[in-house]
């Protein structure tokens, strides 16, 4: 009876040790891999959201149906 409670008990540390060991895993990889990892970078590259260009109202809308007409 004992040595099945200190099995049970084993087995729940050791599932709690590697759910931990996963999570921090994740963070520190969300971390190092995150959207901010990019934000240093300091050179003449344009951001793709980042844009200039205007439309119109109609040539907005039109380009919204051709995109979703075509799937591009």
């Keep these: 009876m004992l ?3 200190k099995e049970a008990v084993r087995i729940v540390l050791v599932f709690i040790l590697c759910t931990l060991i996963f999570y921090y895993g994740i963070m520190w990889i969300s971390e ?5 990892s990019n934000k240093s970078v300091n050179n003449n590259a344009i951001k793709v959201n980042q844009s200039n260009v205007t439309y119109e109202n109609d040539e907005l809308l ?3 149906r051709i ?3 075509y799937g591009e």
């Design 3 to 5: 040595d099945d409670i």
């Design 32 to 36: 190092e891999y995150g959207p901010e």
């Design 62 to 64: 039109r380009r919204i």
């Design 67 to 69: 995109f979703f007409e």
